[in-house]
């Protein structure tokens, strides 16, 4: 069964910490990505990458880190230093081809305590 | 700035109706577009994809591209309530390996 997962589906942070979300993809994709939606929003991009151990900052990056050490998986971190991280994040891959088309997992709602 | 806008609606239709949903982008030079559908809650699909002027079939789904006028539209057939929804246009502009989202039109399909 092909597709990208991502865990938990909601999570919980506390004043201070720091949180990991988790993405897996098993569809061979080089490229992957990581969205924030805020209710009523488009998606806005914080991290992106093209390639294992390589990425790049998207759109809002401050307070998220990222790493990509293996080419199936690519977790986010929200860092204590995002002070409004209440959100639904998106993660997608992308396949290649004539048209790359970008695929979503079912998304991580982060809400503060 | 690079730029998709897209009317936040809501847009509301009598069932069986067509329902057109519009797209604009600010980069002349852009690659390819597409049609992601949102429900409530969970994350985007992607329904269409386009990338030459002129309209894309699939089933009730139709969308279409004007480069020159920089606009994607996507229509839908035969609107059910099942199509209620909100609808993301995403754009790669030229030179680009990520995506740019609209903020997403919402629309209801009224039985």
């Known amino acids: 069964d092909g597709g990208i997962t991502q865990s938990p589906k909601y999570l919980f942070r506390k004043e201070g910490q720091n949180v990991t979300l988790s993405c897996e993809q098993n569809?061979?994709?080089?490229?992957m990505y990581w969205y924030r939606q805020d209710p009523g929003q488009g998606l806005r991009l914080i991290y992106y990458?093209?390639?294992?151990?390589?990425?790049q900052k998207g759109d809002i990056a401050e307070g998220y880190s990222v790493s990509r050490e293996k080419k199936e998986s690519f977790p986010l971190t929200v860092t204590s230093a995002q002070k409004n991280p209440t959100a639904f994040y998106l993660c997608?891959?992308?396949?290649?081809?004539?048209?790359?088309?970008?695929?979503f997992g079912p998304g991580t709602r982060l809400l503060v305590l | 700035q690079k730029e998709v806008e897209q009317n936040s609606g809501p847009l509301s239709v009598p069932e069986g109706a067509i329902a057109s949903l519009n797209c604009t982008y600010s980069?002349?030079?852009?690659?390819?577009f597409f049609w992601y559908r949102q429900y409530s809650g969970k994350s985007p699909e992607l329904i269409m994809f386009?990338?030459?002027?002129g309209d894309k079939e699939d089933g009730r789904f139709t969308a279409q591209l004007n480069k020159a006028s920089q606009y994607v539209s996507l229509l839908i057939r035969d609107s059910q309530p099942s199509d209620s929804a909100t609808y993301l246009c995403?754009?790669?502009?030229?030179?680009?390996?990520?995506?740019?989202f609209g903020q997403g039109t919402r629309l209801t399909i009224n039985p």
């Open positions: 997608a891959s992308k396949g290649t081809g004539l048209v790359e088309t970008q695929y």
């Open positions: 569809l061979n994709h080089d490229a």
């Open positions: 990458s093209q390639i294992v151990n390589d990425f």
């Open positions: 980069d002349r030079g852009s690659q390819s």
């Open positions: 386009i990338y030459s002027n």
């Open positions: 995403a754009v790669r502009f030229q030179g680009a390996q990520k995506l740019v």
